[in-house]
């Protein structure tokens, strides 16, 4: 099993400083004025309603249904219960919730983004209903075998003696967090990450339902790490290539408006790229760009890869000449010209574990192949004014570089 690169854990980075902020403030609640206390049992609603259009609007359906989720937990919570619950209605609802909303949390990370007003999203509806429907019949009297397992005590053990949170809904907090985790590092989604941040929240404010001021504090953050979480997603949609993983090009216009007056442009073009697409189709010419990509992250002098469009790429060297980026440009040149791709191959296997064999023990790839790249490097100064001025002179001695042969680099 490969290891996760431990950079993609900084993906839980944000979630995790808003749970510790949360943390922070929390003593500092009771000392708020008594106006501003009044408002703190609403401020759950404000913020899951702020959260719920912004992920309509951007039409994130994992998040939106995980709003209305959390709404309707809180809503119940401020109906029936008035602290720890007590009474076997309220007990029951509130032992209910506390498994069904971390089950939920992650059936949503496994689940694809499918849209709201799609035929998915009205079976995420009707999956909503069907437990709020169970929790309805599982209050009523009679319902002794569900009752009885929700209130189970698997063991008497001082730690977990002292929770207010059922036992049941335990293993399906840890599995659920490992299984939201493992998500978000894989797919290193902002909303995954966020997730995991909103079943610690959910756990705390469950948890202190009888100490007074914690739940509405910890489901506020929850509704924050959430909608933090739908606003990071937007913005990688936005501002970063899907088949790299570079900053797209519109990230690069937006950095260029906050250059200063000294900075270098290298343009990169992948040779012959479209015979790589007529040779070996459009799958390998996307494995191509993959792989130029992750060889052009490693580029020294302190340069950011852009995707540009196609098969061209922007190196931008804030604060830097262009004789002092030669070096790097050189060594990123050689490293892509010597690099040997193994091309996979045309029956792939379903299992991506049988895949890996295939490409790594059989032999049985379609061959390896190697690829190079041109590169034009222009500075800023004189009569480049402008950043559109630089990138056009970088493009010039791109097409210098094209000329001459290609597997180069021009100024």
Known sequence: MQAIPLKNFTIFLIPALLLGTTGWFFPQVAALPPGRLELL?????????????????????????????????????????????????????????????????????????????????????????????????????????????????????????????????????????????????????????????VMAAFAVACNGIGTEHVTPVFMTAAAAILTLGVLKDSYNMAFKDDLTGLPSRRALNEQLTWLGRRYAVAMVDVDHFKKFNDTYGHDVGDQVLRMVASKLRGVGGGGTVYRYGGEEFTILFPRKGREEVLGSLEELRRTIADYQMRLRSTDRPSSSREGKKLRYGSGQSRGTVSVTVSIGVAESGGDRRRPADVIKAADQALYRAKGSGRNRTCT
């Open 41 to 197: 049992p609403f401020t759950p609603y404000l913020a899951m309603a702020l959260g719920t259009m912004l992920s309509f609007h951007f039409h994130r359906g994992r998040a939106f249904f995980m709003f209305l989720v959390l709404a309707a937990a809180y809503w119940s919570f401020r109906v029936h219960l008035r602290g720890a619950p007590t009474g076997i209605t309220a007990t029951v609802l509130f032992q209910a919730v506390c498994v069904l909303v971390p089950l939920n949390i992650a059936l949503f990370s496994l689940m694809r983004e499918r849209g709201i007003a799609t035929v998915a999203g009205r079976l995420r509806f009707a999956f909503l209903g069907l437990q709020a429907l169970f929790i309805g019949w599982a209050m009523e009297p009679g319902h002794l075998a569900v009752q009885q397992f929700l209130s189970c005590r698997f063991t008497e053990s001082h730690l977990l003696g002292g929770l207010l949170l059922p036992q049941p809904a335990l293993p399906v907090i840890v599995l659920g967090a490992l299984v939201v985790a493992g998500r978000a590092c894989m797919r290193q989604s902002p909303i995954d990450a966020s997730l995991l941040g």
